[in-house]
């Protein structure tokens, strides 16, 4: 899985998804982004876009960064509790 994700005004990045949870995810990515920085991340699924807000909370240097999620919409929500359902069969 992808994730397009942007730091405030600054350009798209797309990267790997190597781990997704309710509360957050780790993209795979060589970016260095620090702690603390704000995100949009934006997710491309069958069922609809997904665009969470979140918060770089790890930074594993050369492998990527672990985000929080910190706002999105209601359908969002469900959106994302879906693809966890799915991908935990």
């Given at each position: 899985?992808?994730v ?7 350009p ?71 693809l ?6």
């Amino acid at each position: 899985m992808w994730v397009a994700w942007q730091k405030g005004d600054g350009p798209r990045s797309v990267s790997r998804v190597r781990d997704l949870s309710a509360g957050g995810v780790f993209i795979s990515t060589k970016d260095l982004t620090p702690v603390g920085t704000l995100l949009v991340l934006l997710f491309a699924l069958p069922e609809g876009e997904m665009r969470i807000e979140g918060i770089v909370r790890y930074v594993d240097n050369g492998k990527g960064l672990g985000v929080e999620f910190t706002k999105m919409g209601a359908g969002d929500r469900a959106r994302l509790q879906e693809l966890l359902r799915r991908l935990n069969r």
